[in-house]
């Protein structure tokens, strides 16, 4: 963890050395937590292979110890667990828990979201729902809470509020229609969006309109959970100590590549999904060694203190990227906390077009130079930094020395491009530029 002019204030993180170092930096690698195939992770689900593998219906130490252990991390009242194989199965089982504690079946989803890729979670993912059956009667979209593109922004007085007062106009046109709403659902920082940080109290002013029209407030961490964002374990704690969800889902990171899942609820959440006599298993969420699995990773986010090592990292890359920011005006804005960091890419400062085309034109680049970023966000315009948490200071200094320099580059040959245009037309014409393409169709 540390580097020029920085002290180690915590053991380094375990990076792989020698024969297992990968080939590639994978700086977009939401899977696997705490670094591709770590030692101890191998080590827990290989011991407990050899041991018993089985369904959670048969009661395992092992399920009992993760679920202790995960409670540590959350609020109190957040003290039921049901475990599943993937984040979509997680979001599945959190729509049913809503509707069957409230009675009641709507759900309030944040424009561009994505919850899965099940049926239930394509229908309130507008990511998805757009390009395929469009939007059930039962979806209700408020605007996603983004002060960079969305109608309030940074210069709004109380962006918060406002954007909450959308989510409370969705739900009073709602209930005017005579239906009712079982749950919001919301990323703790919409990744799909465009890596949104939404502003602090918005969660809580959400939550108290949802929670007077019947609905209960789901939070999905699946992507931004166990400790990403530096400051806290969870994301959703970055909108106030006080404020707790009904629901939190979880998903990816908690098994570091191994399928692993988990839906944190209330008592009484649990007690009405109980009532119904229908027994909830999974076969093999839950079992002996995905929980040994679980439970190792989350050794190792204590052992090597990943938590405040991508609070460090995290502060670092946004530091460096602040500097591109202003060499480079193509960068728009840069948000982010922890190891969950946005570059949006814009084509004009003043409209903040997105720059689509560059955008993916940079992360084809940066793939040359074994280096695997992608874009997010409606217009494809945000680079999205979410490494797995070994990230290290040297690994953020060697991506954005690789983005500046081909940046640079693009810029370089935009400007030779311009030169041309003002040349005049007969010297446009003569060889060797006669075969050139029109500078709008240049491929850099």
Not at 104 to 113: E, M, N, P, R, Y
Not at 122 to 132: Q, T
Not at 311 to 328: I, N, P, R, T
Not at 417 to 437: D, G, H, N, W
Request: glycine share 8%; hydrophobic share 40%.
């Amino acid at each position: 963890g540390a580097g020029p002019g920085r002290s180690a204030r915590f053991s380094a993180p375990w990076r792989p050395t020698g024969a297992e170092r990968p080939r590639r930096c994978w700086p977009c690698g939401g899977g696997c937590s705490v670094g591709h195939c770590h030692p101890l992770v191998v080590q827990a689900a290989h011991e407990q292979n050899q041991v018993l593998n089985t369904n959670s219906r048969y009661l395992h130490d092992n399920i009992v110890d993760y679920a202790q252990r995960l409670s540590e991390t959350l609020p109190e009242k957040l003290c039921v667990f049901y475990f599943l194989n993937s984040g979509s199965e997680a979001n599945d089982l959190a729509l049913r828990l809503a509707r069957q504690y409230t009675g009641h079946w709507d759900v309030v989803v944040l424009d561009h979201a994505y919850h899965g890729h099940l049926s239930s979670l394509i229908d309130i993912s507008p990511y998805k729902f757009r390009g395929l059956d469009g939007q059930k009667e039962w979806v209700h979209v408020a605007p996603l809470p983004d002060t960079y593109r969305g109608p309030y922004r940074e210069d709004h007085p109380n962006p918060a509020v406002a954007y909450a007062s959308e989510v409370k106009r969705v739900v009073s046109s709602v209930q005017e229609k005579g239906r009712k709403i079982a749950a919001f659902f919301a990323e703790s920082l919409p990744s799909v969006g465009g890596q949104i940080i939404p502003p602090a109290g918005y969660f809580p002013e959400v939550a108290e309109h949802v929670r007077r029209a019947g609905g209960v407030f789901v939070a999905d961490e699946i992507q931004v959970g166990f400790g990403r964002v530096g400051k806290h374990f969870w994301a959703f704690q970055l909108q106030g100590e006080d404020f707790v969800p009904d629901i939190v889902t979880m998903g990816k990171s908690i098994g570091n590549g191994h399928p692993v899942a988990c839906v944190a609820t209330t008592q009484a959440v649990a007690r009405a999904f109980e009532a119904t006599g229908v027994e909830y298993f999974n076969t093999f969420g839950g079992s002996p060694v995905s929980c040994a699995v679980g439970l190792a990773v989350l050794d190792v986010l204590e052992k090597e203190q990943l938590q405040a090592h991508a609070a460090c990292v995290g502060s670092f890359l946004m530091e460096l990227l602040g500097q591109q920011k202003a060499k480079h005006p193509i960068i728009g804005d840069i948000r982010g906390v922890g190891l969950f960091v946005g570059v949006d890419l814009i084509k004009d400062k003043a409209t903040r077009t997105p720059a689509t085309e560059e955008a993916d034109y940079l992360v084809s680049r940066l793939k040359e130079n074994y280096i695997l970023l992608s874009t997010d966000g409606p217009g494809r315009n945000v680079l999205k930094f979410k490494p797995p948490m070994c990230f290290s200071l040297d690994n953020a200094q060697h991506v954005v020395a690789k983005l500046d320099a081909i940046l640079t580059d693009m810029e370089e040959k935009m400007r030779s491009c311009e030169t041309l245009r003002l040349q005049p037309e007969a010297a446009l014409l003569s060889p060797p530029l006669e075969k050139m393409k029109h500078p709008t169709q240049i491929h850099y």
